[in-house]
């Protein structure tokens, strides 16, 4: 049992760190626990169980390098000597570009898993860094794989020269990139697989280790069938376990994913195509949504601001008079006459169906020039009449009139605070970072999570536009530090951008 324990918990931190451990670590776990037995076991079926583990370790060798996995090691090894921004000097040098004042790339990893042993050796630049920082002296870390030595010189590079991290904000009218996630399916079945043959070849060394126990003490050894080991109180308790691990880690996860919708994409009750206005027709986000660059909502616009282009656009490119006919009907204008109806919101639901059938018979005609309507014609007059009733009546409200009752798609929690005109009118931050290639979107749809993981990442990586913005006029030591050159830039996270009552107060 101790040794599934501790075949376990390396796996975990093997997936969970990318730190992999020797063969030799599992074959000497299983030498030591048939030695403590002081009996013989069956060579046949240790062979095949050593053949799986080395089938396995050469998998879990091939660990991955990335700056994701070097910030982490960087985090915790080398932040308490070595400067995050890699270029200045604290107790240990600026590590931007270490690579190159090295004469080998062997020399490197040596000096970083055991500085003493490179002086000792009289290595030139060893000693030369010695006699520049001593007495202090650098902590060796022996146990750091080439791997993940690579990830953290790849991470201090990325911060040096400015490629890591990648930058979240997009300009002004440019789309920012959607967060790729890795898919590991198939990393975990292989571990559940090895884990199943693993279990399955201690089954054979146990039962052969009974098998000799119970000879050599005269005993007739009465070997299990499949269904009793399938029912054996230790499978049970496994199979118990593994449900409340599986359970509790599921109603996490869906706990945490709880009121998230990224991707909602819903049906509204007018097909607006932000790809035809904001994408074909260059209509600024900020025209429909003017309540963005002054308050604290956007505010979804009006039916009047519709109207600015659609009282002379009265027929859709894609739709015809479908969707257009819903505006016209909410908010009581004629198209046929080009005025609005008077004591509108008293007009029985007959009498509008009257102007507005009429409405799309004549514009039927008119496209296919014909002076009376035809099958398709009616159809068409039916069909666009009933769309219009169930699109601006409700349950609640079985009237036409009156605003038009939009799904609301982006929904923050209530104890979270957000202010559009604090990050677009002083933060100039593009609609595009947060809500996507809006341009391209013929539904509409959440890009983001729009978490509070998701929100602080921009808050560490986004950077204040400090130039020529008066807001930020007060913070003038940040601005004497940039001008003598003592940091290059400003992110949200220097202005207090992580302060739990930012957002929570």
Request: net charge positive; glycine share 6%; proline share 4%.
């Amino acid at each position: 049992m101790k040794f599934v324990v501790l075949v376990v918990a390396k796996l975990y931190f093997c997936i969970k760190y990318k730190r992999c451990f020797s063969f030799s670590l599992y074959f000497s776990l299983i030498i030591k626990i048939l030695r403590r037995l002081k009996m013989d076991f069956n060579k046949s079926v240790l062979r095949k169980l050593t053949l799986v583990l080395l089938l396995f370790y050469g998998i879990s060798i091939q660990a991955e390098v990335s700056p994701e996995a070097g910030k982490t090691l960087f985090t915790t090894n080398c932040a308490a000597c070595h400067a995050k921004n890699m270029k200045t000097a604290l107790t240990g040098p600026a590590l931007g570009g270490v690579e190159s004042r090295w004469d080998s790339k062997e020399n490197l990893y040596a000096w970083i898993r055991n500085s003493q042993a490179m002086i000792k050796k009289g290595h030139p630049r060893s000693v030369e860094l010695w006699n520049q920082y001593k007495p202090t002296v650098m902590t060796a870390f022996p146990n750091l794989t080439d791997d993940e030595i690579a990830s953290m010189l790849v991470y201090i590079q990325g911060v040096t020269d400015g490629t890591y991290p990648p930058k979240t904000g997009s300009p002004v009218g440019t789309a920012a990139t959607p967060e790729v996630k890795k898919d590991n399916t198939w990393f975990y079945a292989g571990i559940a697989i090895f884990l199943a043959l693993l279990s399955y070849m201690l089954s054979l060394i146990i039962g052969n280790l009974n098998k000799l126990a119970a000879a050599q003490v005269g005993q007739v050894y009465h070997e299990k069938t499949l269904w009793e080991k399938l029912t054996s109180k230790g499978m049970v308790s496994f199979l118990i376990f593994a449900g409340i691990i599986l359970g509790g880690y599921t109603t996490v996860t869906r706990a945490v994913d709880l009121g998230r919708q990224q991707g909602y994409a819903p049906d509204q009750p007018i097909k607006f195509s932000h790809a035809t206005h904001a994408g074909l027709n260059k209509i600024d986000c900020q025209y429909c949504h003017d309540g963005a660059r002054r308050s604290k909502q956007s505010v979804i616009p009006a039916a009047n601001t519709c109207m600015n282009c659609h009282k002379a656009i009265k027929v859709g490119s894609k739709y015809g008079t479908a969707e257009i006919s819903k505006i016209f009907a909410s908010i009581g204008f004629n198209p046929i006459t080009n005025t609005y109806i008077e004591n509108y919101d008293s007009w029985p639901q007959d009498s509008i169906k009257a102007v507005f059938s009429q409405w799309i018979e004549q514009e039927y005609k008119t496209a296919n020039d014909l002076t009376a309507l035809d099958e398709k014609g009616l159809s068409t007059v039916r069909n666009q009449w009933k769309d219009i009733v169930s699109s601006l009546t409700s349950e609640v409200d079985d009237k036409i009139q009156g605003p038009i009752e939009w799904v609301r798609i982006h929904n923050l929690p209530d104890h979270a605070y957000f202010n559009h005109a604090q990050h677009v009118a002083v933060g100039k931050i593009a609609c595009q970072t947060c809500h996507g290639p809006v341009e391209k979107m013929e539904v509409l749809a959440q890009q983001s999570p729009l978490s509070m993981g998701w929100c602080i990442n921009c808050h560490r990586q986004t950077e204040v536009k400090f130039k020529d913005n008066p807001y930020y006029s007060s913070y003038t030591s940040l601005h004497e530090e940039l001008k003598s050159g003592k940091r290059d830039k400003v992110t949200v996270a220097d202005i207090g951008g992580l302060e739990c009552q930012k957002c929570h107060y």
